[in-house]
């Protein structure tokens, strides 16, 4: 031991990196954030797929002409449409082929998803909990439907990526069951033995019904479809799970995920906010549209600050018309708002108070589902459109006039308040 009294032969431990401390933090939030949001419902054909009349093809082997094509399209090999159904059948599988690759399309440019895929197998079991009978494909994989020809009577099918085992249905045999199935463990030597060592499906269904022994009911058909497969959360899944290290930069984001260094950067940053500024502030400076009490302007000019808030009160206390003056005085500071919630009548109490003072250009409404592009455009030349119409204002004389009246009454008030002792 040297003079300072630490122990040369022992290396001092390496500080951690507070970023990586915080990433770790997050990432284990995010995960659990993604899984609660994860739609474990009747409306997710994910997990309750119902076949459609005509979204869908259904390639299931003993229904076709060549098993075999069917193989090696599974296998990884482009296979031909024509050379999988029969020719009688082609116009109906190529009708189907159009419906499902348009609304692939629908999907990719309108939400930034890709949900057209290949599935293997369907499992059921007995599901108390929903009066819909579940059927869930077992692995899926991306897949390429390219049309031939302009008329598209005829497709080429191709995988476009890596075989997995359903994480949706993993996730519910979790939730549900108490099961905790490792998809790699499912596909591990799962191989047909044949010369492009694809996986043997039948394999990957008879593993997955073993760990589901105890799951009552449970099966696998071993059905192929080709269809579009989502959930109506899963955008905000997705981007919950790939935004990890954009979040863990954030402190707001980092605190609610339970890093105490950034719940302690908060508290040390929060500004205060005076509950009484609306008596001496500049009139030039407030930008409320709708009446608004101490309390509530004091929420405005707290957020304005830059404060991290929670407002909480019941029905009729003002909750809208709080948030309406919020987002108008933030966008006369030249910022953005985003404004989010469940329920559609939460937005229209809000966008109808922005509406009846006149500033509906300052609201692009997209709770509802995302807009086309071109109607998204024309929504933007249009607020561009008010902007660029919309004449300066000179209120100086009614900023004046407010200021007096104003201080007249903070006279009174500081009078009829001032502690006075005995005569």
């Not at 609660?36 to 229904?63: A, E």
């Not at 302007?297 to 709080?322: D, E, F, I, M, R």
């Not at 900023?399 to 500081?414: K, T, Y």
Request: hydrophobic letters at 40%; aromatic letters at 4%.
């Amino acid at each position: 031991m040297d003079d300072s009294g630490f122990d040369g032969g022992l290396a001092p431990p390496s500080p951690v990196d507070p970023m990586v401390r915080r990433s770790a933090v997050v990432g284990r939030a995010a995960r659990a954030w993604a899984s609660q949001i994860v739609d474990l419902g009747g409306r997710n054909n994910l997990l309750f797929y119902r076949d459609l009349k005509v979204g869908m093809i259904d390639l299931t082997p003993s229904d076709l002409v060549d098993d075999g094509a069917v193989g090696r399209l599974i296998g990884g090999r482009a296979t031909r449409l024509s050379r999988i159904v029969a020719a009688d059948d082609l116009a109906m599988f190529a009708r189907r082929g159009r419906a499902v690759r348009r609304k692939a399309d629908e999907n990719y440019e309108e939400r930034g998803l890709a949900t057209l895929f290949i599935t293997h197998g369907m499992a059921t079991w007995s599901h108390s909990l929903s009066a819909a009978t579940p059927c869930a494909p077992v692995a899926l994989a991306p897949l390429r439907l390219t049309p031939r020809g302009g008329a598209a009577e005829d497709f080429d099918l191709d995988v476009d990526g890596d075989w997995r085992i359903n994480p949706t249905l993993l996730h519910l045999l979790q939730v549900d069951f108490g099961l905790d199935l490792d998809p790699e463990d499912l596909l591990a030597n799962s191989t047909s033995g044949d010369a492009d060592n694809s996986i043997d499906m039948l394999d990957v269904h008879h593993r997955i019904v073993d760990r589901c022994g105890d799951v009552p009911g449970f099966a696998v058909v071993p059905r192929v479809v080709v269809g579009n497969f989502s959930y109506a959360k899963q955008p905000l899944a997705l981007d919950i799970e790939a935004s990890v290290e954009a979040m863990a930069r954030h402190p707001i984001v980092s605190a609610i995920a339970g890093d105490e260094h950034a719940q302690r950067e908060l508290i040390d940053a929060q500004p205060i906010a005076d509950i009484s500024e609306p008596d001496h502030g500049p009139p030039a400076e407030e930008y409320l549209i709708l009446d608004a009490d101490a309390s509530q302007s004091a929420v405005v000019n707290a957020a304005v600050k830059g404060a991290s808030l929670v407002v909480q009160g019941p029905p009729g206390t003002g909750k809208s018309q709080t948030i309406a003056n919020l987002i108008a005085t933030l966008a006369a500071h030249g910022r953005s708002t985003l404004v989010v919630a469940e329920k559609r009548a939460a937005i229209d109490a809000v966008t109808k108070r922005l509406d009846q003072t006149g500033l509906e250009s300052l609201v692009m409404d997209l709770h509802g589902g995302t807009r086309s592009k071109r109607e998204l455009l024309r929504h933007v030349g249009r607020a561009l459109d008010t902007i660029g119409s919309t004449p300066a204002v000179e209120r100086q004389d009614e900023d004046d006039h407010l200021v007096r009246d104003r201080d007249r009454l903070n006279s009174f008030d500081n009078s009829l308040h001032r502690n006075r002792g005995p005569d």
